[in-house]
């Protein structure tokens, strides 16, 4: 069986530029930076881009690495490219097919908390940890430039006006000079980081010491066009990606935050990080919004000095859906390019993979369903005439719309029955006559879309019906998160190429595709490993078991799953249930919950705790 690439993230499985570029959907961009880019605030002040595991986040930031955009002005004839090259321009890192940012991606998950374990005052600390930053992403855009072909002897640095006193800091302007500097500093702090005991305060070299802040300095910088087919130089605006800043210690995350909002900084900042690093009352602000407060420092207020880029479901959640099905799917069909087994057989979309035709229950269990039926009625004193009133609605309101089989149409009329009876109960007045005196209210349930879906899912239940088949179903289990949507589809796209290796058709029926959804989601859970986990799976159980039995009520009140919190309690949890706060915070970090805030219902507002 060949490797199957939905398995593992595009970020880990592909190391060349143009094999990422082939299976990255352009949707995101678009959506989450496309604003931010076109007016400017992705590149004029620090950016905090949040997310869950698996968001995407460090995908975005490889597309705006300069390798990646120098591959993709080569080769933007590519097949799927041209959407990438329009997305990048949208945002200004692309204008007048030249690159207009020089971005590196700085991991921060290797060795820049070890700072934190030094006994050092912690400004001191903080100076150490923020130098040898701006030095590695200095180096790391002279290497991104080499790997262009663009030599450091060849790049110049335009400083700001009122720096022109501190140049000598950083190496000067020339490109050369400045790569040696940040050079010979990162080797002098790493040697005291890696020494077996840290040298006193007063033992530090003087290079480590020293003042270095080149992000102060440097306003932009100068490149040959040459590369890019350009005969003039090229302004390109330096950006510096700090990705997986959740490691850091929080206060040390705290302080490299405070170093990138500063106004005074040209080069442009990103800190990427996922909620588990936050306070729990700014992780829940954060992701019940995408432009929540963040904590002010003196002179700094959030709106102006930052931008909070949230990549996760906010605002109208249809919307949101369709949006997400769309990436889902065209991220989807690009991978199914990179499998030869599929693609040369002509299966690039994988939603013809996915059999979605009706599907009906067993003989028997059709007759026991005929059977309960007739109960049902005579049980709740139904009349034949109020039941024909039934079959005649389901015939008149789905015959058009869709091929209704006859299982689906009893159990509508077995939702509606039950219905009639509840609102039945409700309408009738208390009386001194006898109930058989008693005139039959009239009573109104319609074969509604609501009744539709509540027999789907009691057949589910009640008689092993499929209920989840089809790529729609697969993109909104994955709860707007591109890796889960990864996972769940792997397990289909291996048995899709399991038929197709033992020449059978590849179309997987929609039986098999629920076995194997329902087994990877239970695989998924088990697996959860992170603060707080076991509270969390107790938790979510609880809450599906809760939500399954409202769902099964007869009369298909409503297909649940979420739990609501008043929106005025729910801003206070962090004060009031600390401890549940700090869960339920990583609960939304590892994508086990999402929040929806301001849920209108029954004249209150609420936060719903979604499955």
């Known amino acids: 069986m060949e490797n199957n690439p939905f398995q593992r993230r595009a970020t880990e499985l592909l190391r060349d530029d143009e094999a ?19 007016n400017g605030r992705l590149y004029d002040r620090l950016v905090l881009i949040r997310g869950t595991p698996g968001s995407g986040k460090t995908t975005l930031a490889r597309l705006f690495e300069f390798p990646t955009l120098c ?185 490299l935050k405070r170093f990138l909002v500063r106004r005074e900084p040209r080069v442009a900042r990103w800190m990427i990080a996922r909620f588990d690093v936050l306070l729990p009352e700014e992780a829940l602000a954060a992701a019940i919004s995408d432009s929540s407060d963040a904590p002010e420092y003196p002179g700094v207020t959030a709106d102006r000095e930052t931008t909070e880029i949230l990549l996760q479901s906010s605002g109208n959640r249809r919307a949101e859906r369709t949006r997400f099905r769309s990436m889902a799917k065209d991220m989807a069909n690009r991978y199914l390019r990179r499998m030869p087994l599929l693609y040369e057989r002509g299966h690039t979309n994988l939603g013809n993979l996915l ?24 049980k709740l004193k139904l009349s034949a005439a109020i039941r024909k009133s039934f079959e005649d609605q389901i015939l008149a309101a789905w015959k058009k ?14 939702v509606m029955m039950h219905r009639y009876d509840v609102r039945r109960k409700r309408s009738k007045s208390p009386t001194l006559f006898d109930e058989q005196e008693q005139t039959e209210p009239e009573v109104e349930v319609a074969a509604n879309a609501e009744v539709h879906e509540a ?31 990864l996972q769940l589809a792997a397990v289909l796209v291996d048995a899709i190429a399991a038929q197709l290796a033992r020449a ?39 809450m599906a078991k809760r939500c399954l039995a409202k769902s099964l009520e007869p009369n298909g009140p409503v297909i649940a799953n979420a739990f609501g919190i008043l929106q005025s309690e729910f801003d206070k949890l962090a004060t009031t249930h600390p401890e549940f706060a700090r869960a339920l915070q990583f609960a939304v970090a590892y994508n086990a919950v999402t929040l929806v805030p301001h849920y209108s219902c029954q004249k209150d507002e609420w936060c719903l705790l979604e499955l």
């Open 71 to 255: 591959t993709l002005l080569r080769n933007q004839s590519f097949a799927g490219q041209k959407e990438i090259h329009a997305a990048l321009t949208t945002c200004r890192a692309i204008e007048n097919e030249r690159p207009r940012i020089l971005a590196c991606r700085l991991p921060l998950e290797t060795d820049y908390r070890d700072f934190w374990e030094f006994g050092y005052k912690e400004e001191l600390k903080s100076n150490l940890m923020t130098a040898l930053l701006q030095a590695r992403a200095v180096l790391g855009w002279f290497r991104h430039l080499r790997a262009a072909g663009i030599s450091a002897q060849h790049v110049r640095l335009a400083t700001r006006p009122e720096a022109q006193g501190l140049l000598e800091t950083i190496g000067g302007i020339e490109g050369e000079s400045v790569r040696e500097r940040a050079a010979r500093l990162e080797n002098a702090i790493y040697n005291v980081m890696t020494a077996l005991v840290a040298p006193p305060e007063s033992q530090l070299p003087a290079e480590v010491t020293a003042p270095y802040r080149p992000f102060d300095i440097i306003d932009h910088i100068q490149i040959p066009g040459a590369a890019f087919g350009i005969a003039d130089l090229i302004d390109v605006v330096p950006l510096a990606i700090f990705d997986d800043a959740h490691v850091l210690h929080p206060a040390q995350f705290q302080a």
């Open 504 to 542: 059978k058709p590849p179309t997987l029926a929609p039986a098999t595709q629920q076995k194997l959804l329902r087994e990877r989601a239970a695989e998924v859970i088990k697996a959860w490993n992170f603060p707080h986990d076991t509270f969390v799976r107790r938790l979510v159980s609880e």
């Open 455 to 485: 027999a789907l899912f009691q057949l589910l239940h009640d008689c092993d019906r499929p209920y989840y088949y089809g790529i729609d179903d697969v993109c909104d289990a994955s709860s707007e998160n591109a890796e889960q949507f």
């Open 20 to 38: 990422f570029l082939a299976v990255v959907s352009p949707e995101p961009v678009t959506h989450f930076l496309g604003t931010p880019g076109q």
């Open 355 to 378: 059999g979605d035709t009706d599907v009906t229950i067993t003989p028997g269990r059709l007759k026991d369903l005929k059977e309960k039926l007739d109960a049902t009625q005579k």
């Open 401 to 414: 719309a869709m091929p209704l089989s006859e299982d689906l149409a009893l159990r509508m009329l077995f």
